[in-house]
């Protein structure tokens, strides 16, 4: 593996799984010094020891604004700067809208929205400092099109797509500070079981299509922050193979 990522510090939130845990360690075996941030400190923990390089790991809720805030300080103080920032976290409580299952749409649009909003506001100031960064917001298909059952999810992935074609135009040109979304399709990884709707659980784990796996996700990732400065890949859509 060539360490092309070496010298970079990376955050990457949502680290104690699917995607978010191998893209760590992708960035990881590219040369990068990894940050890992989620709630479950066990999972980190494990992640930790199974990540070979510089490694540290920043206990975070993403819909917490100062816990953002400390993660980013804690990357800059330990390592002195933070060149990317993989906003990853995100959670999927599909329902149908009648069912006003409002606490959990509140829940989405706390983690999947302000936490990515929390992330950049937290790196901003840095990384025009530094004259270069790149911010990567994990979105889905999800943000391109509605599907039932899922529109607030469906809302809060327009909603990243949204913010983060905002932050490439006015971030760029100026400050060199590089965004990318990453669109991915069905991805085999936790996101489902939590999922409280019996019917909608049923009808996901009904499906029958080949889904892509974490590593697939994370080597679209890693191309897109291993390209030279003037290379600003914008939006990366991936689908399993059998998926309309
Ligand atoms: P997982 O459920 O495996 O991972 C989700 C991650 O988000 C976990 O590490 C979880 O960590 C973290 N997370 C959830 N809530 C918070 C919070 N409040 N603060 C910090 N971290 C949090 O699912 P995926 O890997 O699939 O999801 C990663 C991203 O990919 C999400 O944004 C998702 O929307 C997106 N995506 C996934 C697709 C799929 O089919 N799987 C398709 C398209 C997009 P912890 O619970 O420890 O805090």
Known sequence: MVNHLKDKVAIVTGASSGIGEATAIALAEAGAKVVLA????????QLKERIKGDCLLVPTDVSNRSDVENLV????????????????????LLSFLDKLHVEE????????????????????PIMKEQ???????????????????ASVYCGTKFAVR???????MELSPQSGIRVTIISPGIVQTELTHHITDPDVQQSVAKRSLTPLTSEDIANAIVYAV???QHVNVNEIMVRPTEQP
């Open 162 to 168: 949204a913010i983060s074609e905002g932050l490439r």
């Open 38 to 45: 989620a709630r479950r400190t066990d999972r980190l923990q």
């Open 226 to 228: 291993s390209q030279p």
């Open 73 to 92: 300080k804690t990357t800059k103080d330990t390592y002195g700067k933070v060149d990317i920032l993989i906003n990853n976290a995100g959670v999927m």
């Open 131 to 149: 004259k270069n960064g790149h911010i990567v917001n994990v979105a889905s298909i999800a943000g391109h099109r509605v599907i039932p059952a």
């Open 105 to 124: 749409w509140d829940r989405m649009i706390d983690v999947n929205i302000k936490g990515v909003l929390y992330g950049a506001a937290a790196v901003i």
